[in-house]
């Protein structure tokens, strides 16, 4: 699976949290079904886990810069939430 173009997809047909703060609160009020994490999250203990209160962590390889890149933001993005895949097939990543 092309991840960047999964994670657009589901950016423009989905509903998607972008940042640590938004994506813990999403967490934490039960509405994530993935949270996807870059190798430079500030969050130690979020890149140990591979699931998060039943929400599956998919650990993305590379900085928070290129997960933004990769979702077609200018700015970096640390982690983010996926509340509704849309019509991408994002949700179906095995989580590492």
């Given at each position: ?26 967490v934490k009020q039960k ?33 928070a810069s290129e ?30």
């Amino acid at each position: 699976m092309d991840i960047a173009h999964a994670l657009k997809l589901a950016l423009s047909t989905g509903k998607v949290k972008m940042g640590l703060e938004e994506a813990l609160v999403t967490v934490k009020q039960k509405q994530a079904k993935l949270l996807v994490v870059s190798s430079t999250c500030p969050d130690e203990k979020l890149l140990a886990e591979k699931k998060l209160n039943g929400v599956p962590v998919y650990h993305y390889e590379g900085t928070a810069s290129e997960l933004g890149a990769a979702c077609g933001k200018p700015f970096p993005i640390s982690t983010l939430a996926i509340l509704d895949a849309g019509s991408s097939a994002i949700l179906s990543l095995e989580t590492n």
